[in-house]
């Protein structure tokens, strides 16, 4: 099976015989980010399947096929198979968050396509979003949502996510701790907030899940423009 790395607008083709390493140093070069591990994940072919394992310490990744429909969280010592024809890989180091996808060429599985219905409610198991949460969730992902392509984004602190929809911060923090209430009552790991854990992770493991699950898409960025317009800049809706 061949298998190719598409990042930034750049192909990296790979052997069987060298594993590929993803990070700060290694095969696909990242930025100079010092919450990068130098070799976070590796990419290698071992008895004939070819996996994606995390060796870093500390950084987990969401891992996703094409359609959405299988989402994986990645941990670290943590490895899977490669079988899908298209695999996105989402991680966040720091305030960065990074987007590569795998092609492979002839797959192990092949996902058959799902009609799509919409009924006006996004839903996550058996999960629903309210227009409020979703408004929330697409301001955090709007920098990953508008680049083209793979790539590096920023997430925005909750302050700047709440100027962008015209709301107080209190109206957006609140609105926050029960979106990621809900991830985490469905077993979305990295919701929990706490001691020890910033808010910056929590906000990066919401909008990482977001994406590649296809609960928030390009297409809905419209919406921002609305919400922030009708409530011009008082943030009382």
Known sequence: MDVTIEYAGEYFSLAEEKPFYVGRQGDLELDD?????????????????????????????????????????????????????????????????????IHAKTPEVKIT????????????????????????????????????????????????????????????NRKLDNVCDKFDRIGVQGMRGGQGKLATNRRARLVEHAVSSRLVERDDLVLLDAEAASNDGTGDS
Do not use: M
């Not at 799509?116 to 409020?132: K, M, N, Q, R, Y």
């Open 113 to 172: 396509p799902r009609d799509a219905t919409d009924d006006g409610e996004s839903t996550i198991g058996h999960v629903p979003l309210t227009a409020s949460q979703k408004l929330l969730i697409l301001s955090l992902a709007e920098p990953l949502l508008r680049r083209e392509g793979t790539g590096t984004s920023e997430i925005p602190s909750s302050a700047a996510a709440a100027k962008r929809l015209g709301w107080t911060s209190t109206r957006f």
């Open 33 to 101: 980010n010092l919450f990068l591990h130098r070799q976070f994940l590796e990419i290698s072919n071992s008895d004939g399947l070819w996996w994606l394992s995390n060796i870093g310490a500390r950084l987990t990744a969401t891992v996703t096929d094409s359609s959405g429909g299988v989402n994986a969280w990645l941990a670290p010592g943590a490895r899977l198979p490669i079988v899908f024809e298209q695999t996105s890989v989402v991680f966040t180091a720091g305030p960065t968050t990074y987007e590569f996808t």
